[in-house]
């Protein structure tokens, strides 16, 4: 995902490795799973090969953010800092450090719309951001290609009402409506209409 750090920040040798590391376990994963693609790889060029990971980066961390998969219990992750360019007070940095809430810029790059079409979908609720200390992040799970494009945004116009760390609240935490699945999750499994219902008795909380 788009760069965060931890100490790493103020060790540029440790953030090197960590770079190196992740690339290692990549490109061992590409070659075991699939010899070809990984060989098609060669072919682009490194600007591109970059460019293509990290989308596929984000597209990852918005899909564990569906998922509701808590990556620290995962793996043993360090308490992930904010990059320096964040806001270290923010409760809410771990989000930006595991790639779940994205920088604009990031989000562009990831979904493929220009600065004028993001805020078109922002100012008619088919998409909203939450702000960090005064910048605006996206969350990555709109990258999703597993939740239907169309009922999300039906359901984020549907909490428009809300601010946007309330609907974050509500697409993200365990809903007893639910049988205490996420929201997100309920619409990866094509479970609209109760989710829906869910989003209602939300708003009026």
């Known amino acids: 995902m788009p760069r965060h750090s931890d100490d790493t920040n103020r060790d540029p040798s440790a953030r ?3 770079v190196l ?3 290692r376990n990549a490109a061992v994963s590409a070659v075991l799973f699939d010899y070809r693609a990984a060989c098609a790889l060669l072919r682009l060029s490194d600007a ?3 460019r293509l990971f990290k989308i596929r980066l984000m597209h990852v961390a918005g899909l564990s953010t569906a998922l509701n998969l808590d990556l620290r219990s995962i793996r043993d992750l360090p308490q992930a800092g904010p990059p320096e360019s964040e806001h270290p007070t923010s409760p809410h940095r771990h989000l930006v450090a595991e790639g779940k809430l994205l920088r604009a810029s990031h989000f562009r790059l990831a979904s493929g719309v220009t600065k004028k079409k993001l805020r078109k979908d922002v100012a008619s609720g ?3 951001k939450v702000t960090i200390e005064g910048r605006a992040f996206y969350p990555a799970f709109f990258l999703v290609r597993e ?4 009922s999300l945004s039906k359901l984020a116009r549907r909490l428009a009402s809300q601010t ?3 609907r974050w609240e509500f697409f993200t935490s365990p809903n007893v409506s639910l049988c205490d699945l996420t929201p997100l999750q309920a ?3 094509g479970e609209f209409k109760p989710v829906l219902r869910a989003a209602a008795a939300f708003i009026h909380e």
Do not use: P, T
């Open 164 to 166: 946007g760390w309330r």
């Open 187 to 189: 619409l990866i499994s």
């Open 16 to 18: 090197d490795a960590q």
């Open 126 to 128: 088919r998409i909203f």
């Open 21 to 23: 590391r992740a690339l």
């Open 147 to 150: 939740l239907d494009r169309k």
């Open 48 to 50: 591109e090969v970059g």
